[in-house]
């Protein structure tokens, strides 16, 4: 199974030189496929044991009409979409240009993982070029050459977790065609014969406490488990391997995954404190309950959205942690202020729940646990069919789909093809007409009438053959 990645940036930057290297001579070109666009370049890419399709966005500087700004921004906007993973290359030697900042803004708001990487930087004359790039919010910058193959094994490094997770997800994906009704349910009914999963000594409840360094994450594992296991300390840049633990919290049984261990990445680039791709995900892999750790004096950093994000995107149910409350002033104002931008910043996330907890003296904990038992309860929820058939039919009719070229899309039933989390497909016609915003639409109403806020929600569409 593979994942695609688009290589963006603007014109001159190296983008065909990484194309090429990648790619060699298996190039396939997509010009003529119906639904694809003819500015986009596709082939399968090779690196390593890696195989993936690499979408190159170059060629631009050909256009020869003067809305090119216009043309990059619709081209970059269609790439990063069409995208699982974008790789963001500018010039080093030239250092950041007005129109790389233009591009990093795209890729902040619309992409899902992205790669920074800075190009031409063989030798010295790239250093500057290569710290400027920092300021793009991007993360670290991989220093690479794709003239003279530089940095080649660190973009490997950095694909080579995505590519699991990709795979992993594909595995666990609806399937792509026939959807049966699953077995274990009576199609009228609300009842689900095997009840709800509860987390045992085998199958302990898998969560990873994330966050800054010095959010609190060792502070709090340390209360959970009730003894100082790890070592905690005010200085940014203890080593420590991250590492799991078992524990038993509220008398639930749990495998606890305390990602301090990060930080020592962080150290090397000193005040850039950054949380790699790869660290991240191991992490959220590995969870079925992430919690977010902020430090309730610096919330919601960049580097906390992202790793929320990501939380999101790899399908985990998420409980957002603010801590060292104990040491806040004015905690009313306060609450308000981070509940105002968690709906703002974090929109994908809604609902999801905000605890605000002292990891130092305890306080909140009780509250913490069940939020993760409440989150973890959503992330396994069954829906019935009888039960979201009705629901179905009353969102239709207080909002119809949209009918693209004068046919309406019909709707006509849908049912749950998984948990973990939960997944619904919607039969329908003209499913690839069917715009996001009905979709989402959709998701929001099911959260909504089935109670089950935060956690991420797949919704399919899929035409009857
Ligand atoms: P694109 O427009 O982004 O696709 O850029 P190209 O791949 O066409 O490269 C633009 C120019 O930069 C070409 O002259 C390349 O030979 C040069 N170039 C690409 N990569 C490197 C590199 O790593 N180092 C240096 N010095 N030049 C490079
Ligand atoms: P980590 O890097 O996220 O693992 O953070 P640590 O657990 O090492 O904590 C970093 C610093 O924050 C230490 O000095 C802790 O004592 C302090 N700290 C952690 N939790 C709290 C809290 O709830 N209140 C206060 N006031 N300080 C805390």
Redesign the pocket.
């Known amino acids: 199974m593979t994942f695609s990645l688009a290589?963006v940036?603007?014109?001159?930057?190296?983008?065909?030189?990484?194309?090429?290297r990648l790619v060699g001579k298996r190039l396939a070109l997509v010009d003529d496929q119906p639904g694809v666009t003819r500015d986009l370049r596709e082939g399968e890419a090779k690196l390593g044991d890696l195989r993936f399709t690499v979408i190159?966005t170059?060629?631009?500087?050909d256009a020869n009409d003067d809305s090119l700004q216009g043309r990059m921004r619709r081209l970059t906007e269609r790439a990063v979409d069409m995208a699982d993973v974008c790789l963001f290359?500018i010039?080093a030697?030239t250092g950041v240009t007005p129109t790389d900042e233009l591009f990093a803004d795209i890729l902040r708001k619309r992409a899902d993982h992205v790669i920074l990487v800075a190009?031409?930087?063989?030798?010295s004359a790239a250093d500057a070029g290569v710290l400027e790039a920092y300021a793009l919010g991007l993360g670290e910058p991989l220093r690479?050459?794709?003239?003279?193959g530089?940095g080649i094994p660190d973009l490997y490094g950095t694909l080579q977790p995505l590519a699991d997770s990709y795979a992993e997800r594909a595995a666990q994906e609806a399937p792509e065609t026939d959807v049966t009704l699953p077995d274990d349910e009576d199609v009228d009914g609300e009842t689900v014969p095997d009840g709800p999963p509860q987390p045992t000594e085998e199958r302990p409840l898998q969560i990873a406490v994330v966050g800054r360094p010095n959010a609190g994450k060792s502070t709090l594992v340390n209360k959970i488990l009730g003894h100082d296991r790890l070592l905690t300390g005010p200085e940014a840049g203890i080593t420590r391997d991250a590492i799991s633990v078992r524990a038993e919290w509220g008398g639930v049984p749990m495998r606890i995954f305390d990602t301090a261990g990060m930080r020592k990445k962080a150290k090397v680039q000193d005040k850039v404190e950054k949380l790699s791709v790869s660290d991240g995900l191991r992490a959220v892999k590995f969870a079925e309950v992430v919690v977010v750790l902020l430090d309730a004096a610096i919330p919601f950093e960049q580097q906390d959205l992202r790793i929320a994000d990501l939380a999101e995107r790899e399908g985990r149910a998420v409980v957002v942690a603010v801590n060292k409350w104990d040491i806040e002033d004015s905690k009313q104002e306060k609450l308000r202020d981070l509940k105002e931008a968690f709906d703002r910043l974090l929109p994908q996330l809604r609902g999801a729940p905000l605890v605000t907890i002292s990891a130092r003296t305890g306080r909140g904990l009780d509250r913490l646990q069940d939020a993760v038992m409440k989150a973890w309860d959503v992330w396994n929820r069954r829906v019935s069919t009888g039960q979201l058939n009705r629901w179905l039919e009353g969102m239709v009719a207080s909002h119809p789909p949209p009918a693209p070229q004068g046919r309406r899309i019909k709707l006509r039933y849908m049912t749950q093809a998984k948990t973990r989390p939960p997944g619904f497909v919607v039969m329908c016609s003209h499913p690839d007409k069917m715009p996001d915003s009905y979709t989402r639409y959709l998701v929001n109403g099911l959260r909504e009438a089935f109670d089950m806020p935060g956690t991420p929600i797949r919704l399919w569409m899929r035409g009857q053959g």
């Not at 170059?58 to 500087?61: D, I, P, T």
């Not at 190009?119 to 030798?123: D, F, I, Q, R, S």
């Open positions: 290589i940036g603007r014109p001159n930057v190296g983008k065909s030189t990484l194309f090429n190159d170059a060629g631009l500087e290359m010039d030697r190009n031409k930087a063989e030798g690479f050459s794709a003239e003279h530089e």
